[in-house]
């Protein structure tokens, strides 16, 4: 059971909250438990979903996105994001089996993404701190400073998840993946 009450229902949300869950149950056709316990803090909600959106519209294609979700809630032992992800992975961005068990060991099958994936996962490991190999490699696999930006902040967004679901132990709304459990 969460340690942070989840509102129930849209409706049980605080209302500054409830045009923002809204729209993520127009995009989603659900609102996952993540969105209902950050809508407890409205300003929280809108900076988490005004991240979300910015990057949605950058230049890292979904199933990158995705692939980095993986790593880094597979780094920072986050069942509920590993679960979410999984879940995303496989329906919208159409990783397979294979793809998915290489991003949660911070890798990928496809060789570009797997520039952005292994940076994404030194960036977590090391909190940032990446020398430059780390910079020339993923450089040297196509990726300009605006797309390294994104996979940094990417990198950013998924930790913020991981964070809030590892505080409150959200309850886990997908099937059920745990961290521990990496091929």
Known sequence: MSRIA????????????????DAVNKQLGSVPNLFRLVATSPASLEGYLGLFGALGKGQLPAPTRERIALAVAQINGCDYCLSAHTYLGKNLAKLDDAEITANRNGASNDPKAD????????????RGHVNDAALQSVRAA??????ILEIVLHVALNTLTNYVNEVAKTDVDFPVVHARDAA
């Open 6 to 21: 989840i509102p129930a229902s849209v409706d049980a949300a605080p209302a500054a909250s409830r045009p923002f869950l």
């Open 115 to 126: 520039a952005a994936v292994k940076f994404a996962a030194t960036v977590t490991r090391e």
């Open 142 to 147: 196509g990726y300009d400073d605006a797309q």
